[in-house]
């Protein structure tokens, strides 16, 4: 399995920009599907986006459709989450997570990954 090391969190003020990153290692990046999660305090993990190994599909919860996007760079073995116009309720726990699924599909399913990173904290202050 592959090794994730996410990066980029912090504290921004409503409407700030924040972009996340997620390097990969021990495994072949580029056959991975991508997603990132996130967890409030006090709530389950839940699904922000997800990108398939060559970036040809992208999926994107409805709520961050219009303001963040998911993209990777296989020659940097990196997965990226750029955030715009973030809202206080973006304040969570970032986690990017790898999977290898059949037909070079994506999943919003967290319980479907099986590589985690340890997270990176995004406060976003009123």
């Known amino acids: 399995q592959v090794q994730l090391v996410e990066s980029g969190g912090g504290l921004v003020q409503a409407g700030g920009s924040l972009r996340l990153s997620c390097a990969a290692s021990?495994?072949?990046?580029?056959?991975?599907?991508m997603g990132w999660f996130r967890q409030g305090p006090g709530s389950e993990r839940e699904f922000v986006a997800a990108?398939?190994?060559?970036?040809?599909?992208?999926w994107s919860e409805d709520s961050v459709k219009s303001r963040f996007t998911i993209s990777r760079d296989n020659a940097k073995n990196t997965v990226y989450l750029q955030m715009n116009s973030l809202k206080p309720e973006d304040t969570a726990v970032y986690y990017c997570?790898?999977?290898?699924?059949?037909?070079?599909?994506?999943?919003?399913?967290?319980?479907?990954?099986?590589?985690w990173g340890q997270g990176t904290q995004v406060t976003v202050s009123s």
């Open positions: 997570a790898a999977e290898r699924f059949n037909l070079g599909g994506v999943s919003t399913v967290a319980a479907r990954y099986r590589s």
């Open positions: 021990g495994g072949t990046f580029s056959t991975y599907a």
């Open positions: 990108i398939s190994w060559s970036g040809g599909t992208i």
